[in-house]
């Protein structure tokens, strides 16, 4: 049976502030620069989530698309679109919002549900503006 | 001598809050919807500047790009990028930061600079997402 | 009061094929090219609907853009996503569903309702290809 | 001698319809929802070839792009652009033209080509809107 | 008859050099900056032509969108794709190729095509980079 | 610790010219049509350089973003925007500027200096036109 990869696309608009509590601000600059900002600044995230399976021979999908897009909503975009990704959202909680922490956190809460439908996550790709993004294959 | 409109593109990532002071979050929140979550969100915009002039017809050009594009960053790039729109900005202060306040607030700011320069203000246009974006022109 | 304009995008998907009636199959290619092909063909169309209108001093918006959103999803996305432009849809039972009579009739399906609203349609774009699209501004 | 991967877009538009014979109409909106629709619907597919190949160091080319180009066009795309991917392409005969099969399909028929040539067929990623695509490797 | 705006985009790809021979490299620097660059360099420039024009209610097309493309290609694209504005290109010849200039010469060299066609070059928008495009509407 | 991949964008602007000196032009034309044009032609550039690394688990980088930016702003943008990629570049010197070249020059220059910070070079992608792309993982 061939197998694909199926990446389903969602989009996301939040607010951030990349900061140590245990630092200054003018600490947190040197590190973080403008994304420090202690009042907050925001982006549209583009998420991009890649599921490799095998395609059923009778139906031809990978996945349904639906029910893909459905698990992401649920468990992702309901938690982070139009919220702020430092006190909204508990499956970032303590962690430093990058899109390195975010990608990894995504695939963390992701990663069971798509394995119960029988294939496996494969790529989290976020996209935080159009000149930088962040890939994770669950690599340790 | 042949006139033309010169755009150029700038971008910016803030924080907002769409919401009137006097009235509570559930009133805010049927205007408003999910824009007036109280914990901000927040976008990547897009600014197109449009500027009408004539043709200098030793030099080829409408206005300088470069100079064009030093004003933008001055007046407007480096007051929102990277800031809330709600708490930061001097010209939006006691204003809704919605897109249309904010391009007829950006109009406001840029106009007098481009008249300096001996060309005209043609238009504003600000992009929230990819699915929205409001024009202004001048138009009272 | 400024007067602004909002776009917003919205996509479907759809077959279609161009041809007239009363002409051959070799009289149809003549004219239309390979978008007369009997067995149908499709598109990723994307409609962008621009609304002109003050802009609400209290409130900030010139039309709330979710309402906006609601009436395009009601009186056309829902009548013509995964549809045949040619069999399926009311508003275009007896036109060629060229770029240029959809961009017409979806003019003529939104503009009341706008015009309850307190606005006023402005522009119907559609893009058919990434290489070309129609724009309407209802001039007879 | 290096190894690149070299990869050229083309696009085609083309008419659809996601269904198993053997089941009735409420059947197969059960699995393919709108997708299945009987009048057919359509899309404008991105399709991304991907070959491998050491880069000739005399020309500096893994492959002449052209000569790609011309083999996409002629065992592709001259056969599934305006036209119905259910009803009119040979090599899609008996199969449901999901992404999945659709990228399955056009590896199987594209890989032999490549293989002439001293290169190799890496990938084939076949985009149907802009939130989802698929990605086949020639994995089974 | 309703009147519709038909846009076709093409692409070309060209070197050009932005400087006044009667200066010298350090005057054509200070007014053109990298772009007076003397060993050239080069842009992707899209070029968007809209024709406006009455529905032939027949048809239901502004213009045949394949002789709009053959016009365009013929009298533009063949002369400057591959090639250097500044020395190759008949209509350019003793200009400044800025992209004021090089909109102004597509306009002129097209403009007649269009009349013969029965309709009327409405604008010309040539994008440069993905920062800065030209509009001219043939304004004098 | 987890391992992810940190893309960062940057764009230039170049003239270039594909051919062999010890070839006629009718030769070279027949190797490498328009691109081996004489006057020279030019691209808008993107170059995505693509590093793997460990997460620092305090700061939430896998490397700086700014750090990588200019990194790359030094080694390879400033050398190769608004330049002839045939007579201007140090690194280039001696090789036909083909997309896949350019991929592995750009390699060879950045690999050190990203090995120097504690992290990885993973890919080069250079796209040169909407339909075309390298791609150079440090394969030989």
Same mark, same amino acid.
């Given at each position: 049976m061939p197998k694909t990869y199926l990446t389903r696309r969602e989009r996301f608009s939040s607010a951030h502030r990349l900061f140590q509590? +245990? !630092?200054?601000d003018t600490e947190n600059a040197q590190i973080y620069g403008q994304c420090s900002h202690p009042n907050w600044h925001g982006h549209n995230y583009e998420l991009f989530v890649t599921v490799k399976g095998?395609?059923? &021979? +009778?139906? =031809?999908? $990978? !996945?349904?698309l639906k029910t893909l897009s459905n698990i992401i909503k649920t468990y992702i975009i309901d938690k982070v679109d139009h919220k702020n990704l430092n006190l909204d959202v508990p499956f970032l909680? =303590?962690?430093? &919002? $990058?899109t390195e922490n975010l990608s990894i956190a995504i695939w963390d809460e992701l990663a069971p549900h798509i394995k119960e439908l029988g294939a496996e996550l494969y790529k989290i790709k976020v996209q935080e503006t159009e000149n930088n993004f962040i890939e994770y294959f669950g690599e340790l």
């Amino acid at each position: 049976m061939p197998k694909t990869y199926l990446t389903r696309r969602e989009r996301f608009s939040s607010a951030h502030r990349l900061f140590q509590q +245990e !630092l200054s601000d003018t600490e947190n600059a040197q590190i973080y620069g403008q994304c420090s900002h202690p009042n907050w600044h925001g982006h549209n995230y583009e998420l991009f989530v890649t599921v490799k399976g095998d395609v059923n &021979p +009778e139906i =031809g999908f $990978t !996945l349904n698309l639906k029910t893909l897009s459905n698990i992401i909503k649920t468990y992702i975009i309901d938690k982070v679109d139009h919220k702020n990704l430092n006190l909204d959202v508990p499956f970032l909680k =303590g962690k430093i &919002p $990058t899109t390195e922490n975010l990608s990894i956190a995504i695939w963390d809460e992701l990663a069971p549900h798509i394995k119960e439908l029988g294939a496996e996550l494969y790529k989290i790709k976020v996209q935080e503006t159009e000149n930088n993004f962040i890939e994770y294959f669950g690599e340790l």
